[in-house]
């Protein structure tokens, strides 16, 4: 075992040591109109390929006649970065949200890196909203808060409105659903910012206060220090050499330790996020009694939620909690044994989470991992388990009427948590409710358990391809392309396809409501309890 161990690792560096030059060189030079085209013709290849759905929104005639237009409009060679402009938005004609593409970005050398790691791009500090046709600043991660709520008029002399119109072009919601849009290109700015520009060491940017413009230069600034700690004179330790630190007692080390792995297991039930400083998922009471409880979840992604939901729903049995609400807003989605396992508290009767997913391959698994994107080592080490991913693969897909299916552990019959909740429900969706989000909101509206307030969910009421994932690296532009490769649904269906879960009660956001910090769906809710 210690000998694989070594041949993994030793493979995986190697896999690693791909020179920096030629990799900036190849994702900067002008490749050839021919390349070109043959780079189109393998991303559609994997998509037809891989994808189980690929005709669901878009008949194979036009899709077909979008790759070729594309193909036909490219006459002279272009920068890895330009095709990406081009070949985004024909992709978005899959409408199915997990299917995307991005450009490698540029390599540094370790010296580089290293330095780079010492610094942050203050630019990263903010979050935007787009409300209005005009990008705000929602929030900012540092103390400077004399952005926030004000609009973003250009970046680098480029109006901020052109931008924000040019990378909702470039992904796709599920089917034709639009509420995603404003949503997603808000939440993804930043990175969209920097897919189309490269990296960059400073930012002008020109933003609006009431009638006054002024402009900030971001740049990337020196990481703060931690604070040195101080001896109990007052002085930094490393200026006190004669004043010796209070030593712990024993009981005193071992109550800082007890202490530590407390806030360990918290951080992680909850689903510690470092950067913004917040928890994925959120209890509170809303009131004196515990009448009504709060619970907001932004992802299914990390954490470990079993012990969350199981002691959530303890608490409000045990406060008797008569209405619940749930808030999915700005969720994305995640694990889907995650979103099974929360709706086993929202039920009382037997159910089905997911159906039998379609796939186009025996082998989802081992496709996913044997990808050209994957380290030599991990395929290696997926070589030498192979047999095993083998026969649990055969073992949960079958054929039927022409088709493969793959069965998760969620397609099987389950029965409600004891704990589950009884009480009334309301659900909070926008259009960044999505994947995950969609599928566990898809079954509450269904059975009719609960009242969406808010907008429509981005993510299909019909489900989408995800579980697992194709990343597929295009030979010449070295573009990668992420592909869904199973399709994920509930038992539900609604008429026509290609829509989110709507709000039984709609509302939007408007600037007004976020000048006065005011949460008008909330409000709704808790007026509609009240009353």
Same mark, same amino acid.
């Given at each position: 075992?210690?000998?694989?161990?070594?041949?993994?690792?030793?493979?995986?560096?190697?896999?690693?040591?791909?020179?920096?030059?030629?990799?900036?060189?190849?994702?900067?030079?002008?490749?050839?109109?021919?390349?070109?085209?043959?780079?189109?013709?393998?991303?559609?290849?994997?998509?037809?390929?891989?994808?189980?759905?690929?005709?669901?929104?878009?008949?194979?005639?036009?899709?077909? +006649?979008?790759?070729?237009?594309?193909?036909?409009?490219?006459?002279?060679?272009?920068?890895?970065?330009?095709?990406?402009?081009?070949?985004?938005?024909?992709?978005?004609?899959?409408?199915?949200?997990?299917?995307?593409?991005?450009?490698?970005?540029?390599?540094?050398?370790?010296?580089?890196?290293?330095?780079?790691?010492?610094?942050?791009?203050?630019?990263?500090?903010?979050?935007?909203?787009?409300?209005?046709?005009?990008?705000?600043?929602?929030?900012?991660?540092?103390?400077?808060?004399?952005?926030?709520?004000?609009?973003?008029?250009?970046?680098?002399?480029?109006?901020?409105?052109?931008?924000?119109?040019?990378?909702?072009?470039?992904?796709?919601?599920?089917?034709?659903?639009?509420?995603?849009?404003?949503? +997603?290109?808000?939440?993804?700015?930043?990175?969209?910012?920097?897919?189309?520009?490269?990296?960059?060491?400073?930012?002008?940017?020109?933003?609006?206060?009431?009638?006054?413009?002024?402009?900030?230069?971001?740049?990337?600034?020196?990481?703060?220090?931690?604070?040195?700690?101080?001896?109990?004179?007052?002085?930094?330790?490393?200026?006190?050499?004669?004043?010796?630190?209070?030593?712990?007692?024993?009981?005193?080390?071992?109550?800082?330790?007890?202490?530590?792995?407390?806030?360990?297991?918290?951080?992680?039930?909850?689903?510690?996020?470092?950067?913004?400083?917040?928890?994925?998922?959120?209890?509170?009471?809303?009131?004196?009694?515990?009448?009504?409880?709060?619970?907001?979840?932004?992802?299914?992604?990390?954490?470990?939620?079993?012990?969350?939901?199981?002691?959530?729903?303890?608490?409000?049995?045990?406060?008797?909690?008569?209405?619940?609400?749930?808030?999915?807003?700005?969720?994305?989605?995640?694990?889907?044994?995650?979103?099974?396992?929360?709706?086993?508290?929202?039920?009382?009767?037997?159910?089905?989470?997911?159906?039998?997913?379609?796939? &186009?391959?025996?082998?989802?698994?081992?496709?996913?991992?044997?990808?050209?994107?994957?380290?030599?080592?991990?395929?290696?080490?997926?070589?030498?388990?192979?047999?095993?991913?083998?026969?649990?693969?055969?073992?949960?897909?079958?054929?039927?009427?022409?088709?493969?299916?793959?069965?998760?552990?969620?397609?099987?019959?389950?029965?409600?948590?004891?704990?589950?909740?009884?009480?009334?429900?309301?659900?909070?969706?926008?259009?960044?409710?999505?994947?995950?989000?969609?599928?566990?909101?898809?079954?509450?509206?269904?059975?009719?358990?609960?009242?969406?307030?808010?907008?429509?969910?981005?993510?299909?009421?019909?489900?989408?391809?995800?579980?697992?994932?194709?990343?597929?690296?295009?030979?010449?532009?070295?573009?990668?392309?992420?592909?869904?490769?199973?399709?994920?649904?509930?038992?539900?269906?609604?008429?026509?396809?290609?829509?989110?879960?709507?709000?039984?009660?709609?509302?939007?956001?408007?600037?007004?409501?976020?000048?006065?910090?005011?949460?008008?769906?909330?409000?709704?809710?808790? &007026?509609?309890?009240?009353?």
């Amino acid at each position: 075992m210690r000998k694989l161990v070594l041949i993994v690792l030793v493979a995986f560096l190697l896999s690693s040591c791909v020179s920096v030059k030629k990799h900036n060189e190849q994702i900067t030079k002008l490749h050839s109109v021919e390349e070109l085209h043959e780079d189109i013709d393998k991303a559609y290849s994997q998509l037809k390929k891989q994808h189980p759905k690929l005709y669901q929104y878009t008949p194979k005639a036009i899709l077909e +006649f979008k790759f070729d237009s594309l193909k036909r409009a490219i006459t002279t060679p272009l920068t890895s970065r330009d095709f990406y402009k081009k070949l985004a938005p024909v992709l978005t004609n899959v409408r199915q949200g997990h299917v995307a593409v991005k450009p490698m970005g540029k390599r540094f050398e370790r010296k580089e890196l290293k330095k780079l790691k010492k610094k942050k791009f203050e630019f990263y500090d903010l979050e935007f909203e787009y409300l209005d046709d005009k990008l705000w600043v929602k929030r900012t991660l540092g103390k400077d808060s004399i952005f926030v709520g004000t609009e973003v008029v250009s970046i680098n002399e480029e109006p901020a409105s052109e931008l924000v119109n040019t990378y909702k072009t470039r992904f796709a919601s599920d089917g034709y659903n639009t509420t995603l849009h404003n949503r +997603f290109v808000s939440k993804g700015f930043k990175q969209f910012y920097v897919r189309d520009k490269g990296f960059l060491d400073s930012l002008k940017v020109t933003f609006k206060s009431k009638d006054s413009l002024f402009t900030k230069m971001f740049r990337r600034v020196p990481k703060k220090e931690k604070k040195k700690e101080t001896d109990t004179s007052g002085l930094k330790k490393e200026d006190s050499l004669k004043v010796k630190p209070k030593k712990l007692t024993r009981a005193e080390k071992k109550a800082k330790k007890i202490a530590a792995k407390k806030k360990r297991k918290y951080n992680k039930k909850h689903g510690y996020i470092s950067r913004t400083k917040e928890f994925t998922r959120n209890l509170d009471f809303i009131g004196k009694d515990s009448a009504v409880a709060y619970m907001k979840i932004r992802g299914f992604s990390n954490g470990n939620y079993k012990k969350f939901y199981k002691e959530s729903f303890a608490k409000l049995d045990a406060a008797n909690t008569k209405h619940f609400i749930l808030d999915l807003r700005e969720n994305g989605g995640g694990r889907i044994a995650e979103i099974e396992k929360l709706y086993s508290y929202l039920t009382d009767k037997e159910f089905q989470f997911i159906t039998e997913s379609e796939v &186009n391959s025996r082998l989802p698994a081992l496709k996913s991992v044997m990808s050209n994107t994957t380290p030599t080592g991990l395929k290696i080490l997926a070589g030498v388990f192979s047999p095993i991913v083998i026969v649990q693969n055969l073992l949960k897909t079958k054929k039927k009427d022409g088709k493969l299916y793959y069965k998760f552990k969620q397609a099987k019959p389950e029965r409600p948590n004891p704990l589950n909740y009884k009480g009334k429900l309301y659900v909070l969706i926008n259009g960044n409710s999505f994947s995950a989000s969609s599928i566990i909101s898809t079954h509450l509206k269904a059975t009719k358990r609960a009242t969406f307030v808010g907008e429509e969910t981005g993510g299909a009421y019909n489900g989408c391809v995800a579980g697992l994932y194709k990343h597929y690296q295009l030979p010449a532009t070295k573009l990668v392309i992420r592909i869904g490769l199973m399709q994920v649904e509930a038992p539900y269906k609604q008429e026509p396809d290609g829509y989110g879960i709507k709000p039984d009660v709609e509302i939007l956001p408007t600037l007004k409501d976020r000048q006065l910090k005011k949460d008008a769906a909330l409000d709704w809710i808790l &007026n509609d309890i009240e009353n």
